[in-house]
């Protein structure tokens, strides 16, 4: 666990880089429905702080994590930390 790469996801949240599958805008019609089916099943994390939905993650624990923090943010976050 020492390893394991946290990425910062707006506003002091942070998800561990490693379960991370995908992150995706979340304007889409598919995305909307991800995101109220992880909602009604519990699987549903808002890490938006009150703001607007920017990006929605998916993790390998089928877990769907709001942001507000745009997808190009969050993925050169991902590149920053391979880097390191």
């Keep these: 666990m ?3 790469k946290l990425i910062n996801i ?7 880089a490693a379960r991370v599958i995908g992150i ?3 304007a ?9 089916d992880a909602r009604a ?3 549903l994390v808002d890490a938006t702080q009150g703001r607007k939905t920017r ?4 993790t390998d624990s089928n877990h ?5 923090i745009q997808p190009e943010t969050i993925s050169q976050r991902f590149a920053q930390e391979e880097d390191d």
């Design 10 to 16: 707006g506003f002091g949240n942070y998800v561990l």
């Design 2 to 4: 020492a390893g394991d």
């Design 41 to 43: 099943e519990g699987r």
């Design 64 to 68: 769907v994590i709001l942001s507000a």
């Design 24 to 26: 995706v805008s979340p």
């Design 55 to 58: 990006s929605i993650i998916v």
């Design 28 to 36: 889409s019609a598919p995305m909307r429905r991800l995101r109220e």
